[in-house]
C-alpha cells in the first residue's frame, strides 16, 4: 500500500534553507533507499516548511515509518510540528491492475 508521511513545521525563526540542509543531512542513506523524501517551502510564509516522505507499507500497517517519528520529534526544537500518515485511495478494481514499477 502507498503512503505518505507529512510533518509541517512553524518555525519559530530559524532559517527555513539552513533548516533543510540540515534535515536532508540528517537521513540516513538507507532510509533514502526506501523512502522518497521531499521538502517543501511555504508560498509566501518563510517560517513553513513540510516533509513528505512517500513509501510503501504493508496493508493493515497503521504506525508512521520510524524515520517520519524521528524526524517530527527532533523538529520540535525548531517550532510547532504537525505529522500526518495517509494512505492512497484504490478503486475496487484497481487491484487487478499492475503498478508500473
Not at 61 to 68: D, F, N, R
Request: aromatic residues 4%; contains cysteine.
Amino acid at each position: 500500500m502507498k503512503r505518505l508521511e507529512i510533518i509541517h513545521l512553524r518555525s519559530s525563526g530559524e532559517a527555513i534553507e539552513s533548516l533543510g540542509e540540515r534535515i536532508t543531512e540528517s537521513i540516513p542513506a538507507a532510509d533514502k533507499d526506501h523512502e522518497i523524501v521531499t521538502l517543501y517551502r511555504r508560498n509566501g510564509l518563510v517560517t513553513d516548511v513540510a516533509i513528505h516522505i512517500h513509501y510503501h507499507d504493508a496493508a493493515g500497517e497503521t504506525a508512521p515509518c520510524v524515520l517520519s517519528l524521528h524526524l517530527a520529534n527532533a523538529l520540535r526544537a525548531f517550532g510547532l510540528v504537525e505529522h500526518t500518515v495517509w494512505e492512497e485511495i484504490r478503486p475496487q478494481n484497481a487491484k487487478d491492475r499492475v503498478e508500473p514499477a
